[in-house]
């Protein structure tokens, strides 16, 4: 069955948004890291602009049609709203960004710093993306969804792309889910090639409810990753794609996510925002086993976080 996104449409999108992303690099990890019998590749996104892979989206967003006067706007946890705001401000558009309560004081201050306007109100993601739509609608701003917009999706699926052009395909690969986009378009890219497993946190597993259910469900959140994987729905395409091109999703604790955070810095000096260790948690609390010798690839997507939640 062909997905909604294609290897062309993300190939197109890699070319619109090279010059102004990151190509970000990959660690090979010593063999038996964190005693394991596999061989573990990270893919270090978190060095992406803006601190997380969602500036490919963002960019492939602002790239693929017209910006109007009114600029453009995006509801985000923080990570999203960062990457549209260095995006608008790269290419010369004001941006809105529309946040809720539970967003941490560093992304907003982020957001900030790249010039942009925040609108911090509701409780949830979902409020913050209910007033977004509102203010696009009035204003004729363009609005940047952060997961359920093929352009998202195909900027996201760029990494995908790129970690195949850069090392020999892995056999599986971990990447954190939120809302879909990111793990929507590497599966995407992947598709038949690389097994792809979701990580969500217990307390915030749309894509996994939906899974179960056999379509999108809303869910409840309450998760230490909820401000970077907290949509309380999956998005319509990345269930599309997850139904066919995705293994199946692993349930992470936020112990074991806060885990990952604090090896992260301690082994490799990395700081990683909860959602961006999603993935090594699955590894390291056992919830993802690698047979003898896998070829796994992780994927460290975010590192907007305060260090002294980590220290």
Known sequence: MPLPVTRDAITEAYHRIAPHIRHTPLMSLNPHAFGLDAAITFKLEYLQHAGSFKSRGAFNGLLSAPLPKAGVTAASGGNHGAAVAFAARQLGVPAKIFVPEIS????????????????????????????????????????????????????????????????????????????????????????TKVKVVGVEPEGSKCLHAALEAGAPVPVEVNSVAGDSLGAKRVGDLAFEIAQHAIDHVALVSDDAIRNAQKVLWRDFRIMSEPGGAAALAALLSGVYKPLKGERVGVLLCGANVDPTTIL
């Open 104 to 191: 941490s004081p560093i992304k907003i201050a982020t957001i900030r710093a790249f010039g942009a306007e925040v609108v911090i109100g509701g409780a949830r993601y979902d409020d913050a993306q209910a007033a977004c739509n509102m203010f696009a609608e009035e204003s004729g701003a363009l609005l940047i969804h952060p997961f359920n917009a093929l352009t998202t999706l195909t900027g996201q699926g760029t990494i995908a792309l790129e970690w195949e052009a850069d090392a020999a395909l892995p056999d599986t690969v971990l990447v954190a889910c939120g809302g879909g986009g990111l793990i929507g378009g590497m599966a995407a890219w992947w598709h």
